[in-house]
């Protein structure tokens, strides 16, 4: 059913305005409002005004002109076919042309058309949205009409700027909430207003844990004074690009990000700051391993020659000192000390030869525990003269690992003379063997040692570093090369003034278990 405008009378409430020339009844169905029958079988609703507008209401517009029509009370006929309505007032019987009592077809074809544009926008903006409103306007001669049109159009334009922006925003957060990109808002006090879920993914923290609290909880206290002066010069306008690291909530790692900041404007005025993060932490590690790539290349390139150079005159000097040796007496603590540094010197240009020089490795399933044992006895005379006790528990499962027996052995010689060094006053170093779920062999040594500060852990490892006094960093560099070659990895941890451990996981040999 269609349904069509009416509108009151200046004298009556219950006036109608039908909408075309080819009316045949008007049928009351319920209080002021009718069914309109046409000459064409065709129904139209119609109603009093109070009724219409309630319609309207719920349209989200109003329709406010006042037409100055018949009293459908005084109607007494009306014939169709003359477009000619009887009316009797009192004791009066006049006539009046349709024109000049009924809204016309055209101008309810109108209104409908607007009515039915305006509905259409709860389906959404049309792609091709044709401006019926201006061409309506341009035809209509009756300015009541035309200023109802104007009243609709300025409606219709309304929920579409208010349809528009709702998609703007829905856009937005979409952008938002599926950047891969780590983004945050801070207001004007610097406290976080809004995060997104890749921030969450990033920082491993929740949205409780960050909302409305400051930046600083998620920063690494080096790196706020660069943040803070960021973040004001953005309040004053600028975009600054910087780094920033970020400290893992659930894993003990930092996350570092190439940062963009960017004011968020309301009207002329800055209300606060995006971030736009970009996680460059593999970018840094792969720079990082460059870099010490590049330094075991140098190192590798010394080590060649200073090898040959040193090797030959210290085959002659540790000779003569053994030959002076055995004939001058008096002196053996001298002697015994010399060939002790002369011995060093043999160790260190040894190691330098496992840098320049990769050997041909051949590697066999061995069992780790027995690697070990044998590993003790050359060193056991060393940690006894320290008061240092070794323990080894290994489980009953541990399964072998395929390893360059003689490799594995140097690495093992090194992390216990770091830990006999590290323990001046005695103590324990406990050695544990497992089996992983993950197809690898945990082997952990624990020492009871004066411990490494945590800021100088990361750079263990580095040619040239070390923590201790005669030390050369060429013994854990050499170590983390050999795990590296066999597939495992290392990790250190450590506590001043408790001691260091060491985890080594190596992946286990296809063979079955001990």
Known sequence: MQKIPVVRDKRSSDILIIPSDEVVKIECIRDKEYIVHTANDKFYW???????????????????????????????????????VKLQTGSSTSYKTASAAWIQGEHVTNLINLLRKMKDLDHGIPEEDDDIFETILAQEEDYRFARSYAMIKALYEKKKAEILLEESELRYKSLFEHNPDPICSLNLSGHITSVNPAMFAVAGYTEKDLLHKTIDTLLVPEHYARWSQSFFETLKGATPHYELSFRHKNEDRLVELSVLNFPIFVGKQIAGVYMIGQDISERKRAEEMLIRSEKLSIVGQLAAGVAHEIRNPLTSLKGFVQLMQSRVAGFDNYFNIMMEELERINFIVSEFLVIAKPQSVKFQPKDAAVILHNTILLIGSQAIIHNVNIVTETDHDVPLINCDENQIKQVFINILNNSVDSMEEGGEIRIQFKKQEDGYVLMRFTDQGCGIPEDRIPRLGEPFYTTKEKGTGLGLMVTFKIIESHGGKMKIFSEVGKGTTVEIYMPAADSAPR
């Open 46 to 84: 119609a109603a009093s005004l109070e009724a219409f507008e309630e319609c309207l209401f719920e349209e989200g517009f109003r329709l406010i002109d006042q037409m100055n029509v018949v009293n459908m009370n005084h109607v007494k006929e009306y014939d169709p076919r003359k477009g000619v």
